[in-house]
């Protein structure tokens, strides 16, 4: 479902942000609005600065997120599935979207660095940024969303509380 929203899937029906149709424009310009990060973010080079500049707002983002200041400087293929997970997150908020589009942000972290990336993530909302995550941690989808839903025999239904 979020690879049919980001458009990166054959899809029915149109999505739309800020009443601007996914159909209306080109598809580079929607997926500079709606990032999708998946469970497991792909990578084209081994070189993390080869994704994102080390600016001052990474950085940032790196201590808030919990990781270590080197990660910028070391290999992908040395990190942690749950540092590469957090510097797709990184990648995915410079860009500032409109809506992110989560897919288990948080499955390989403990529960100390998890309070760290909700909480981005919640600074994030109040900035207007929309956000779909999808997780199997019924607890973190309580913490974090406004309205939940769950997917059964194929139809998404809307868990009411």
């Not at 994102?52 to 080197?70: F, K, Q, S, W």
């Amino acid at each position: 479902m979020l690879r049919m929203i980001a458009d990166l899937d054959p899809h029915e029906g149109d999505a739309q942000v800020d009443g601007k149709a996914c159909s209306a424009m080109p598809a580079d310009r929607w997926r500079r609005l709606v990032q999708y990060v998946p469970a497991e973010p792909a990578w084209w080079s081994d070189v993390v600065t080869d994704h994102m500049a080390d600016t001052d707002e990474v950085r940032d983002l790196v201590v808030r997120l919990g990781l270590r200041t080197d990660c910028l400087r070391t290999p992908l293929s040395r990190l942690s599935t749950g540092e590469r997970q957090r510097l797709a997150l990184i990648r995915a908020i410079r860009l500032n979207p409109r809506v992110l589009l989560l897919d288990e942000p948080c499955s390989a972290l403990d529960g100390a660095t998890t309070d760290k990336v909700e909480t981005v993530l919640q600074a994030l909302r109040a900035q207007g940024v929309a956000i779909i995550l999808v997780s199997h941690n019924m607890r973190q989808a309580e913490r974090m969303a406004d309205r939940q839903f769950q997917m059964r025999h194929g139809h998404l239904e809307e868990i009411l509380a």
